[in-house]
Structures are given as C-alpha cells and as structure tokens.
C-alpha cells in the first residue's frame, strides 16, 4: 500500500521513509519475544485501509493516519523484560550454510547493531548522499574470537560491527584495539573505551544492555 501511495504521488518520500522505519523496527521487537502474529495484523490491515482511502485531495490527513499507527503501535510494545532476556547468537556461518532460526536470529542482530550504531554515530558524520552506508555495509564481528574457550562466544553480547576493509584476521583480543578505533562506526572505534576489560563473563551483561538501549529507542521514537 505504502509502495502504491507513494506511485500515486499520494504520500511524500519522507513519510514513505519514516513509516517503513517505525513498521522495522516495532517489528523486530515483536519476532524478538515471538509476539502472536495476530497481535499486529488487526493494526497493519486499518493503516492500509486508511491509506487506501486517501486521494491526491486528501493528501495532508496521511500525517493523522501516521500519529494513529504510531500511537497504537506504541501501546503494543511487548513487555520491556521479554526483550531484554531474549538471546541472540550468530555461529559466523555463511548465509547459505545457515537453517532458518540461524538467518533469523542473523537479521535481527545485524538490524539491532545497525540502528544503535546509527543513533551513536557521530554528528559531524556526512549523512547526506548515503553517508552512514558504511554502517549498513559493515559485517558482524565476533569481539572474543568464536574459537576461543569460553562461554556464550556466538551471543549478542559478543558482537558488534566492523567494515569489510578494516577487518583483519586477529585472534587476541588485545591485539583488536588498533583495529576497532581505525572504524569509522563510533560505537565500534568506543569499544575498548567503555570495556576496558571484557571477557565471557561480561558477555550475558552486554547483550542485556544492548537489547535494553534497542528497546527504549524504538519506545522513545517521537512523531
């Protein structure tokens, strides 16, 4: 519907944007905790009704429709201490070689660092013209390496982003500080600044907290 509307030159770029982003990311929450599909469907089905209804002469009441589904979307966000006990893992198998729960779990952990990253990134960064395309380019690394001994090695709080040209193959953790502050990505060139120690013990306590700062972005979204 979003993608006729905007043919129809019924909605405008920025509005088409905006409500695809509010739709990702309440969603995400939702695969997260494994809502009920029904939960969403009912308030997806009315914000298409709605849009349907407009014409070119009604063009400015798609602001209206846009309040009410963020309103109704906020009122369903699942319960905060579902998210934040939920557990993601990445094994750091291709694609091709993953089953469904592994590409799941993969797409939610790359959206999940993709827009914590993007709301820390610097503001001086050049956000025109795809400027933070590096951020969506960049690939998950693991922080311990995957093959080292140690606890919840493939977990979330063992994972940030990193660019393709800036990855090396470096095995000891030490050894990966050059690399991380030579990252354009501010949470990723931070890391050692806010850990300055960080081990399989920290791990559970990370990926915690990066599910709560995901959490409160998309409950903090303002329309």
Known sequence: TLFE?????????????EFIELIAQHQCLHVLVSSSPNKLTSIYAKASKDLVSLSKKKKSEYKKGSKEIYNTLKKELPDKNLVIDSKLNYSGKPISEMKVKER??????????????????????N?????????????????IDKDSKGESLYSLGNLLLLERDVHQDIKILEQKKEM?????????RKFFKEYVI?????IPEREKKILECYYNLVSEIKQ
Not at 131 to 141: A, P, Q
Not at 180 to 188: A, L, R
């Open 5 to 17: 509307c905007r043919k129809k030159d019924i909605i405008e770029n920025k509005f088409f944007k």
């Open 127 to 143: 956000r025109a013209n795809d400027g933070l395309k590096f951020i969506y380019d960049s690939t998950i690394e693991h922080i």
């Open 180 to 188: 991380y502050e030579n990252s354009k990505i501010t949470k990723t």
């Open 198 to 202: 960080f081990d399989d013990k920290r």
């Open 104 to 125: 799941k779990e993969h797409v939610l952990i790359k959206f999940i660092l993709q827009r914590l990253s993007v709301l820390e990134q610097d503001k001086d960064t």
